[in-house]
T-cell receptor, first 110, second 115 residues
Framework: ETGVTQSPTHLIKTRGQQVTLRCSSQ?????VSWYQQALGQGPQFIFQ???????GRGNFPPRFSGLQFPNYSSELNVNALELDDSALYLC?????????FGPGTRLLVL | AQSVTQLGSHVSVSEGALVLLRCNYS??????LFWYVQYPNQGLQLLLK??????LVKGINGFEAEFKKSETSFHLTKPSAHMSDAAEYFC?????????????FGKGTKLSVIP
């Protein structure tokens, strides 16, 4: 049990739609990161938030955006969905020495 | 830029045999290194981490890993495999003191345990 929860667990969307994924992280962990894990691959870093500000971004286009709230929860928003966005989206909270991952949201884009 | 290479996308061992999963990293600064395990349809669970203290790191479920700077390696071992160890294992690296705690992952090694 990592104390990190994500919702929903599964989601099906069609190309061009928008999606919002949610994450609730442990109290006291003011850093949250999002990762995309395509089938058969390792997770890829999307971005990180620290105290509600974006604090690092991977090689993902601007249609991937996020928010972090004062209660340590976070959102990942993806606009104009593409087929290649189908993946497991993982949220992680913590810091430099340890990041705890949630169970993920599996997104399927048709 | 950091990178992680995991040799062998799939490793099979017999129950009771030694488990050895290989990880080599590239980093321009002293790294922090991690091993995570992922069971089917689940998120990532931290097995162990190296953060510049002891080079031999012990983790959960009997796993350990040794940081070898000269070889830029952080291989994961377990003396005796159990059926419950069957899962996918990911090695990851982050730059110590970089401010952004971005993890760079390898592509993973799927471990099968044969009865």
């Amino acid at each position: 049990e990592t104390g990190v929860t994500q919702s929903p667990t599964h989601l099906i969307k069609t190309r061009g739609q928008q999606v919002t994924l949610r994450c609730s992280s442990q109290s006291g962990h003011n850093t949250v990161s999002w990762y995309q894990q395509a089938l058969g691959q390792g997770p890829q870093f999307i971005f990180q938030y620290y105290r509600e500000e974006e604090n690092g971004r991977g090689n993902f286009p601007p249609r991937f955006s996020g928010l972090q709230f004062p209660n340590y929860s976070s959102e990942l928003n993806v606009n104009a969905l593409e087929l290649d966005d189908s993946a497991l989206y993982l949220c992680a909270s913590g810091g430099e020495e340890t990041q705890y991952f949630g169970p993920g949201t599996r997104l399927l884009v048709l | 830029a950091q990178s992680v290479t995991q040799l062998g996308s799939h490793v099979s061992v017999s129950e009771g045999a030694l488990v050895l999963l290989r990880c080599n990293y590239s980093s321009s600064v002293p790294p922090y290194l991690f091993w995570y395990v992922q069971y089917p349809n689940q998120g990532l669970q931290l097995l162990l981490k190296y953060t510049s203290a002891a080079t031999l790191v012990k983790g959960i479920n009997g796993f350990e890993a040794e940081f070898k700077k000269s070889e830029t390696s952080f291989h994961l071992t377990k003396p005796s495999a159990h059926m419950s160890d069957a899962a996918e294992y990911f090695c990851a690296v982050t730059d110590s003191g970089a401010g952004s705690y971005q993890l760079t992952f390898g592509k993973g090694t799927k471990l099968s345990v044969i009865p």
